[in-house]
T-cell receptor
Framework: AQKITQTQPGMFVQEKEAVTLDCTYD???????LFWYKQPSSGEMIFLIY??????QNATEGRYSLNFQKARKSANLVISASQLGDSAMYFC???????????FGKGTKLSVIP | ETGVTQTPRHLVMGMTNKKSLKCEQH?????MYWYKQSAKKPLELMFV???????ENNSVPSRFSPECPNSSHLFLHLHTLQPEDSALYLC???????????????FGQGTRLTVV
């Protein structure tokens, strides 16, 4: 069984500042993937970044980086230089190798303040 | 422009109605999914199709009936729904199932369903 915990229901960040969204996970799979998705008010879930459990380096995609600490079972998302368009819900998810079911957390609502 | 298109975007239906949600993906993916997103709850996987074959039904009530005529199209047929079925229904597709490489799912914009 897999579980994702996002402890921050809501976060505020000043425009152009960096923000960290927390995610901890629990899984019994020896090999797994961690994902972050963004969901703006329009409803679409937008894939942001992926980290494999055996990847040696933390994943980065433009302004997004994933702070992966395997021993702590955490996969925090860091957004640098926040923009107003970053205001959205952010979901952390995990997928076990051999599985097809993404397990999502409850999400964090990020609000970027001008 | 998303590669996964869902119609309609909004739907209001009575409990005795029959309606269908449609999902179409233009990404050449082999796996398609239906998720339900209720307020203040994590996304719940409902159904999974891989190469047009249903591989997962997460104890979904029979008033929800999926159909996958080909690997590009996925439907969710609805009948005699309850008010608690009101939610955002998201369709997703992925290139493959099982392996971790290239398994990121791409989602549509969802259908916001209200059952009255």
């Amino acid at each position: 069984a897999q579980k994702i915990t996002q402890t921050q229901p809501g976060m505020f960040v000043q425009e152009k500042e960096a923000v960290t969204l927390d995610c901890t996970y629990d899984t019994s799979d020896p090999s797994y993937g961690l994902f972050w998705y963004k969901q703006p008010s329009s409803g679409e879930m937008i894939f942001l970044i992926y980290q494999g459990s055996y990847d040696q380096q933390n994943a980065t995609e433009g302004r997004y980086s994933l702070n992966f600490q395997k021993a702590r079972k955490s996969a925090n998302l860091v957004i640098s230089a926040s923009q107003l368009g970053d205001s959205a819900m952010y979901f952390c998810a995990t997928l076990g190798a051999g599985s097809y079911q993404l397990t999502f957390g409850k999400g964090t609502k990020l609000s970027v303040i001008p | 422009e998303t590669g996964v298109t869902q119609t309609p975007r909004h739907l209001v239906m009575g409990m005795t109605n029959k309606k269908s949600l449609k999902c179409e993906q233009h990404l050449g993916h082999n796996a398609m999914y239906w998720y339900k997103q209720s307020a203040k709850k994590p996304l719940e996987l409902m159904f999974v199709y891989n190469f047009k074959e249903q591989t997962e039904n997460n104890s979904v009530p029979s008033r929800f009936s999926p159909e996958c005529p080909n690997s590009s199209h996925l439907f969710l047929h609805l009948h005699t729904l309850q008010p608690e079925d009101s939610a955002l229904y998201l369709c997703a597709s992925s290139q493959s199932m099982g392996g971790l490489s290239g398994t990121e799912a791409f989602f549509g914009q969802g259908t916001r369903l209200t059952v009255v």
